[in-house]
Structures are given as structure tokens and as C-alpha cells.
């Protein structure tokens, strides 16, 4: 592919500076609760201490209104004809809890004052009366009642095939819920102006989620309502959903109060509050034969998903498609659901169900390396799927399939099977993750994005995305300026915020290179194209052979033609169609690959565990912008030894127990290991030049691999994460009592 | 209320507050420098540290009663003097989504005023109390040793 015409070096695969970078290290930059406003108020929440209980009532104490205060309740919403639900999948996850309480931390009422301060005194001053109800606590209890949702993946005839099989392997998996820890908590501020548009400006993923949620709980038009995001300190999918809650709450507060009101959560508030990891139990039942080839796996996949619904689904559907891993299975049978629970919701966290699916299949597939005398890597060379082979779902795994590359590669630069027989610590993984929205996703969005050239010539680009870190601030630019062949300062990119941009989609799910950035390479080389065919005649009377400036043609175009803007959708493939009945089809554009190895010390005396070293050789399609591309590795990778060794919330009758950050704990640079990524490009043609998404793909991996480098140096093989000491010890007590 | 005299980056401030009121607060809300970031507020995350008299502390563990006249330097101070180690900070992938940039700026650029060219353990050491969520801290470690990707 040669898309330089005029430049002679691309700018993609290079790593120019990312234009956000200088504000950020100078602490310039304003993220949600930087933000200043005339008469801001701040508001307050009051939640549930008690996992299920009826509200007998909520109001001022003694009856009696403070001064320069207001208070909300779900009363208030019935009495203003809103609607109670927050709009996600369905709006089944009340904004404020009506009549009954479902979680601890619910929210119960909001009030708002004129500083931080008087928000705190003032919500003391609010009683709330509960009688105590029977909670379900327990997965095994909830699984005495209907799911919130369940999904079953099919292929082929397993019970034929276990009843013929050489040898069955059991095991069961479990996680824990995990807290995203974005540095920066949830922040959010709503006002009216006086054309009754309520406005909202925080820190989100998807400024038109929180747009739906508002039309739909407000019962406002598309046009009275306008939500921008702030600079974003860190997302990992915990401002994919929740935004839309705090939101809601700063707009009920601002009508009430008749001023801007900011909710800015504190830690303490951010852990109790918002949306966690699913956790999971996964039962995994496989047919093998002799030499360890992968007859038939019946696969239970359960997840924890709270009180409410919120995302739910979707996560489910994605674990369930992510359930075999990159094996070649022909007989598959897969039941997953999603329980319920009165404990706080769980929702989008990066990955959305894989790292949990992964865990599970990739100790299991150790598992059977020890049944059948394998070591882990033999027997991953011995399943991995290759190009052409088919996943349950029917789909045929297209050329850029790599994950044997990607296992060859981790192994032979870590001297894997080597050092695994030396007993030195070592574990590997091997996973994958589909780009982009599961199923029909992206066929029902049809995502737009613009083009349009401003009267100075240069290009300014329409899309809702939000750079939460990851750089789709500088990788858009980077398409954009490569794509229309033209300089850096030439392209310029609207901020995120519904009055302005149309509605290409959330930034979530590993879409924003692949897809939008697909779009904005499509959306310039059309607008380029029109610009030249509407210039021919200046280009021939106006130059000398030189190449003209873009700026000179794009005026020239608007002075002959006026003004030029351009729109383009997303259409997937025809041969990408997936039927969400039967789960048959394609139910991803492509997958990007990985493989990890990872190395710890366990302390033989007390089992902590240290990992020192990572290694993560990624497909990623193409780099566009390889320091942020190998960032995001580096990143995700941490994030995943923190969920495997040390993240974990506790919980008691429904309550998280640490709950703040000096008990929840995350990796500290000490605790890091050295981590190296090798990247991998195996170009996908339906990305822009060829880059596959990878935001969350580095989440999958790290977990089994630390869990099994953990087996490789203490001979313990450990179900469940995080494998704390308490775990490992646990196990090592089991194996002894034989 | 009591008066507070103290110096912010070069420049004498007096502040009227509680004696107990955070040098976060001060900072964020009276001297609307907002470089300076609340993460955690008990001292976990590092996200609000700032130099007082040289020294790395967390802002929202030091009361204003603690600061009389005393020199409290914000990244906002330190962005001039630092301008090639923060081209290097972003250059080599250490900043990503910027919530825990500041306070990792002002350790680190703290511990380059000791070390000019800190080994990854004295790195280590110096930065144990500034979490980031985002890079995995490569990104960082490699602005703040310098050289290439890690061996």
C-alpha cells in the first residue's frame, strides 16, 4: 500500500508528539472538577447502608428545609414526569431508588448547596428510614432465580463427542471484582440556560450515551440537550456507563437548585458508588484425546452481575464468544448467564468479559498440558487456530490470524520451554479479542463521521470520540494528515461535544482507531478527491508544476464551488453478518492476538508474589502511533498482574469492605515488573492502513500467565483470582490433604 | 480564620483559612492552580504532591497551618525550569490519560535535581508513592532514565 504521494516519509508508524501532552505534564490541562463556574453549586448523594431494604422515608430531618439548599428524590422525578431509568441497553437502573433500595451505595437522594462544604453539611441534615429486606448475596442462591440475562454459543454434537473421548478434563475458575482506579474520579456538572437546554460537561467515554440517557429520562428533545467531555482522566470503561448516572443527578439537582451543580465523587465515594468487574465462575468440561488435541468443550459461564442490568449483556455476549480461546474446538456448547445479585452493579471495564473468559480457558488448557504430559506451550502449539479455521460461532478466521506467531515468537525470545522445565517461574497465555462492537453492533450504528473544509482551507473533522489517554488525539491525526495527504496543521478536530459532532458511536470496545479511524480515512480521501476534481481547472492555470498547497486548492474550492462538508457511515462488509438468535456468523470484523509470558518470585515462606518480568507480543494490524500503541500494552498488561495477584474487594452483607484507596490496592511502580512488547503487524485490510483495535486486547493476557508462571515455580495451581497468599496457601493445604 | 503567609512558585501569597484546611484546597480553589490533582485524599495516590521547601509531599496530608512561610512549588512552578524533561516525559510514552502526570512530575523532577540520570531502582524508589493507572510506568521510567526502551 503506497498512500504517500507527496510526503516522502509516512507519518504513520512514526510517533509524533501527541498535542495534548505539554498541557497534561505542565498541569494545565482541566479535567471534570477543574472546570470553573459563576454560581456553582455542589451537590451531595445519600445512599443505602443496606443491600436490600424498603425506604420508609427520606426528607429533611424535622420536616425543615435549610437555607440555600435543595433536595431530590425519586419523588421528585415522578412529580417532574421523568422517567426513573437510566438509558443504556433498557433503563431498568433507576436513577434514584424508588420505594426499595437493591444495593449498598445506591443512590437513595441528592441535595445540592452553594460550596463542597455546606453539600456535605446539608446532606447530615437528611433522614432516611429503611426496614431491612433479604438480600441474595450468594451466586449459588441467585442461581435459584431467573438471570438478568442468558446467552448460549453451539457447534457441532458434544455429547457424541465426549461419550467417544480418550480422556475429560474438569475445572472451575473464578474471579473477582475489580475497581478501575481511573486516577482522575467520576466529575460532572449540569445547568439549564434559558432556552430550558440543560447542558452537561465532565469527564465521559461517550458523550452520546449520556445524551440518550438524558433525552430519555428528562423527556426532552435531541435538541434540548448538549453534553461536551472534558479532558478524561482515564476511563478503562468506567465512564462508559456511569457518566450517564452522575449526570443525571448533577441535571435533577441543577433544575431543582436553579444553578450549575457539580458532582464530584472522592475516592471513597468513587469505589462505592460506580461499576465494577463482573466476577465470575466458569466450569469448563473438555474432551481430549491422547496426544492432547481438543475434542469438545462444554464450557458454564457465570457472572456476577448486581442489582441491576446496566451492560450486562453485552459483556456476557463477549465472554461467551471469547469463552474457547484461540484454540480450534470442533464441538462446543457454551451457557452463560448473567445472576443477580443485591450488591452494587458491575458493568464495562476493559476487556468487557474476556479477562475473565480467559482465565478460565487458558488454566484450564494448563490443565490438561498436565493430564496429557504436555508442557503449556505444547499444548497451545498443538490447538492454536490458524488462518481459515473456524470459531463456534462458524466464522472463518481470516489471514491476519497470527496466534501461532504470536506463541513461536513469546516463547522463543523468553527461552520459555527451557526455563519452564528449570522451574523458574514462568507462565504464558495466549488469547485474542475481537475489534469493535460484538455482533451486529456496528451495522445497527452505522456511525458517522465528518468532514469539512473551513474557510481557511484547512479540514476539520466531526467525531464524538473521547481521548481518555490512549491518543486518539494525536493516532486521528495521524490517519487524517496521511489519508488527505496533507500537513499536521491542515487538519483540525472538533471537540466532543453533541452540539457539535455527529454521533459516531462510544469510544469503547476497541472501535476508535479501527472503526472511526477507519471512517476518517475514508471521509478525507473523498473530501480530498473533491477538492481536486473541483479545482482542475486552477491547478492547470495557477501552477507551475509544483504541487499546490492543500489550503490554496481547498479556498480556491470554496470560491468557485462554497462551502464543502461531507458525511460518511459505517458499513461493514456484507460477509460480516452475525444472527444474534442462533450466534452463528461473524461476530467481529477480525481479532487482534497475543501472547504473554510472565515471570515471578514467590516467597516459599509467606507466597507473595512478585512478578519481575512480562513479555507481551501483540498483533495490533498496524501501528499507527507505535509509542501510545506499545503504552497501551504496557498499561493493559499491569492492569491485568494487579487483577491476577493483588486487586480484590472484599465484601460483607452486601458492603465493600475496602473501600477506599489505602485498602484497595493497585501496582506500584515497585510492584511493576519490567514489561517488553513486540509488536506484531499482520494489516487488516478493513482498518485504516490496516490497523486492528487493540485498547483492551493487553487486559486478556497477563491473569492466566502470572497464575501459571505461580504452578511453574511452587507446583500450586491456583483457581481462583487474585492469587493472594491466603489463595496459594489455601491450594498448597488442599494439594497436601490430597 | 487565621492568616497564612507563604511562598507559591516565587510568588508571597496570604491566605485566610482554617488552620487545618489542605494545602490542596488552598492551592486548587483560592490560587486556582489546578495542576495539582486530588486522587485519593489520604495520601495513597501521590496525585497532589508538590515540593514545600524542596521536598515531595501530598498536599492533602499538609494543613495550612503547616506552610507559613514556607516555599511550596507546584507543577505549575516547575513546568518552566523542566520544559526539556517534560518534552522527553511526553516524548517517550510517560503520559497517557495525565491525571497522575503532575504529581509524577514534580517527584520526579525532584529526584533529577539528586540524580541526573537515576538508575531504575533509585526511580523506583523515588516514585513508590505516585500511582498511575494508565502506562504500566515504562513510559515514565524511560522519560526519567533516559536512553532506549528497556534492555
Redesign the interface.
Known sequence: MVYSLFSVVSIIGA?P??P???A????????G??L?FPGLWFGATLRSPLAHARIDGVGWRGGRAPENAVLVTAADLRALGASNGVQLLDDSWPILADGVAHHVGEAVALVAAPSRQAARAVLAEIDAEYTSLAPVLDLSEADRHPPLYALNLAAGDVEQAFAGADLVVCGEYRTGLQE??????QAMTAWFDEHGTVHAVGSMQCPYYVHKAFTHALGLPDGKVRIAAS??????GGKEDYPSMIGLHAALLARASGHPVRLAY???EDIVGTTKRHPSVIRHRTAVDRQGRLIAMDIDLVLDGGAYRTLSPVVLSRAILHATGPYRVPHVRVRGRVLRTNTPPNGAFRGFGVPQAAFAVERHMDAIADEVRLSPYQIRALNVVEPGDRLPTGQVLDDTTCARECLERAAARTRFEDRWRERRGVGISLYFHGCGFTGSGEQKMKSPVTARLLADGRIEILTAMTD????CAIVFPQIAAEAARVEFDDIVFAPPDTALVPNSGPTVASRTTMIVGGLIDRVVRELREKVEKGTATFLRDSTNGDSPRFRDLARAYIDAHGPLEITVHHNPPAWQTFDETTYQGSAYPTYAWGCDVVEVDVDPDTYDVRARYALAVCDVGRAIHP??C??QI??????AIGFATIEEIKMEDGRYLND???TYL?P???D?P???VELLEKQFDGGPFGAKGIGELPMDGAAPAVVGAIENATGIAVDEIPATPERIFAAASRKSAG | MTSYTFIVNGIERTIEGAPMERLLDALRERL??????????????G?CTVLLDGVPVLSCLVPLCQCEGRHVQ???GI?GAARSF??R??????????????GI?VTAWALLNRHERPSRAE???A???????????????RAICGGG??P
Open positions: 510517533s508528539r501527541r495534548d501532552g505539554l497534561k505534564v505542565a498541569g494545565q490541562t482541566r479535567y472538577d477543574d470553573e478501575h482506579i481511573y486516577i482522575e474520579c479532558a478524561v482522566g482515564g476511563g478503562f472522592d475516592r471513597h481518555m489517554g490512549q491518543g509509542t501510545l506499545k503504552g504496557e498499561g493493559g498488561t499491569l492492569q477506599r484507596l489505602a493497585i506500584t511502580i515497585k511493576s519490567m514489561i517488553e | 486556582h492552580l489546578i495542576g495539582t490533582k486530588e486522587g485519593c485524599g489520604e495520601g495513597e495516590c496525585a507546584t507543577v505549575e513546568a517534560l518534552d516525559f511526553v516524548d517517550s510514552g510517560g503520559v497517557q490519560c495525565g491525571a497522575c502526570t503532575p512530575i526511580a523506583q524508589e516514585l513508590a508513592g505516585n500511582l498511575c493507572r494508565c502506562t504500566g510506568y515504562e513510559g515514565i521510567l526502551d528497556a
